[in-house]
């Protein structure tokens, strides 16, 4: 499995970003999918993840509204659309896979594979 995140960038505030993550050496339909970040000073945290057992893609209060992920399976590749970004939005962003029989929620703790991240700055 390897996944390699572009897409990340400088942009000021109430901008868009859209990173993508390349994917090789899996089935996406057979993959928990998610994107995570993390800022200065601070742990990992869930973005949005999508178990891809229900259907349902989870997203943190943060961005709900703001993000959406997405994935183009016929090109191997998982999306994150970050609208209307803020200041605090800034961080590094990475994708991450599990099997989705082994998954159990949106931590770093239940996913297997990461990217090696896409840094996001947002100016005020």
């Known amino acids: 499995v390897q996944l390699v995140e572009s897409g990340g960038g400088l942009v000021q505030a109430g901008g868009s970003l859209r990173l993508s993550c390349a994917a090789s050496?899996?089935?996406?339909?057979?993959?928990?999918i998610g994107w995570f970040r993390q800022a200065p000073g601070k742990e990992r945290e869930g973005v949005s993840c999508?178990?891809?057992?229900?259907?349902?893609?989870w997203y943190a209060d943060s961005v709900k509204g703001r993000f959406t992920m997405s994935s183009d399976n016929a090109k191997d590749t998982l999306y994150l659309q970050m609208n209307s970004l803020k200041p605090e939005d800034t961080a590094d962003y990475y994708c991450a896979v599990v099997a989705k029989e082994d998954y159990s929620d949106c931590t770093i703790h239940g996913y297997e594979y990461w990217g090696q991240g896409t840094q996001v700055i947002v100016s005020s």
């Open positions: 999508n178990s891809n057992s229900d259907g349902g893609t």
């Open positions: 050496g899996f089935t996406f339909d057979d993959y928990a």
